[in-house]
């Protein structure tokens, strides 16, 4: 079954050699191309993609709250962001807008299709060195890092936790181990444990 494809970008030029690139790809199936960022929600609506890449350097869009209103159209579709200079707070804050993926523009084709199919499989598909800031603030939560363990805190399982914050159960278990590894969780319960003992949730 073929990876549907929508990608949004504002410059024309690019947004058709990016879509000739993947094009060639074994089992990727380019559906739509949008130079307009008002016209993402609704023709992701439409045409019901796996996948919807959104190039963050599109002008006056905040590209973040674009990402929301694509999870909350269609749950089901994985979005990828393309990004000039990926930093590790953008990603924070791209994951909790509901992104599994932030892409650098300089990645080479074989990163850029490994993201892609991990999207379209519900994964979380980032560099690691990408995730979570570094150092002394290590412990830092992301705001829907705290979402997950509060919920997970209630008992909730993570097809429950899905469904109440339009992710797939895959980002759920991924943005869950982000935080066991901040908090040294043994597992997502003892995570949640120890970001309520901490005040944090």
């Known amino acids: 079954m073929s990876i549907r494809i929508v990608v949004a970008d504002d410059h024309a030029l690019v947004l058709d050699a990016f879509a000739e690139t993947l094009r060639a790809v074994p089992g990727f199936e380019i559906v739509g191309l949008i130079n307009r960022a008002q016209h993402v929600v609704s023709t992701v609506r439409l045409l019901r993609p796996?996948?919807?890449?959104?190039?963050?350097?599109?002008?006056?869009?905040?590209?973040?709250?674009?990402?929301?209103?694509?999870?909350?159209a269609l749950p089901g579709c994985g979005v990828a962001l393309i990004s000039a200079k990926p930093t590790r707070d953008l990603v924070d804050r791209a994951v909790e807008a509901g992104a599994l993926s932030v892409i650098p523009k300089h990645a080479r084709l074989p990163y850029l299709?490994?993201?892609?199919?991990?999207?379209?499989?519900?994964?979380?598909?980032?560099?690691?060195?990408?995730?979570?800031p570094a150092g002394p603030t290590n412990q830092t939560l992301s705001h829907r890092e705290r979402e997950i363990l509060s919920l997970t805190v209630s008992g909730a399982?993570?097809?429950?936790?899905?469904k109440e914050?339009?992710?797939?159960?895959?980002?759920?278990?991924?943005?869950?181990?982000?935080?066991?590894?901040?908090?040294?969780?043994?597992?997502?319960?003892?995570?949640?444990?120890?970001?309520?003992?901490?005040?944090?949730?």
């Open 157 to 162: 399982s993570v097809k429950e936790i899905a």
């Open 113 to 132: 299709v490994g993201a892609i199919r991990g999207v379209a499989s519900g994964c979380l598909t980032i560099d690691p060195g990408l995730i979570g």
């Open 50 to 72: 796996t996948v919807a890449i959104l190039n963050m350097g599109m002008a006056n869009v905040d590209v973040l709250h674009l990402t929301r209103e694509v999870r909350a």
């Open 165 to 201: 914050l339009f992710l797939s159960a895959g980002t759920v278990r991924n943005i869950s181990s982000t935080a066991m590894r901040k908090l040294k969780g043994r597992n997502r319960f003892d995570a949640a444990r120890i970001a309520y003992e901490q005040g944090w949730l």
